[in-house]
């Protein structure tokens, strides 16, 4: 397979390219800070939100606001 090299890519891919490199950048250094503060994250993982870090709500029931499955009749 070819991969292209930066000199073939056309100045958008490059730009979209920078821009996601700037938002791993910034998302990889917040998860970084939370957890030596010792602070929770919310991330998405087998579709679904889940609460990491050591201070992470233990409770399992959503929130009061949060949208909820219908149940079956």
């Known amino acids: 397979m070819n991969n292209p090299t930066p000199a073939t890519l056309s ?3 490059i730009e979209t390219q920078q821009l996601l490199a700037a938002l791993q950048a ?3 250094s917040t ?3 939370k957890r030596r503060l010792g602070h929770y ?3 998405w993982q087998d ?3 889940v609460a990491i870090g050591e ?3 233990l409770d399992a029931s959503p929130a009061p606001n949060a949208p909820q499955e ?3 009749c």
């Open 31 to 33: 998860l970084e800070r």
């Open 47 to 49: 579709g679904r939100p």
């Open 11 to 13: 100045p958008p891919l």
């Open 26 to 28: 910034a998302v990889t």
């Open 41 to 43: 994250a919310v991330v």
């Open 70 to 72: 219908p149940s079956p």
């Open 55 to 57: 201070d992470r709500p």
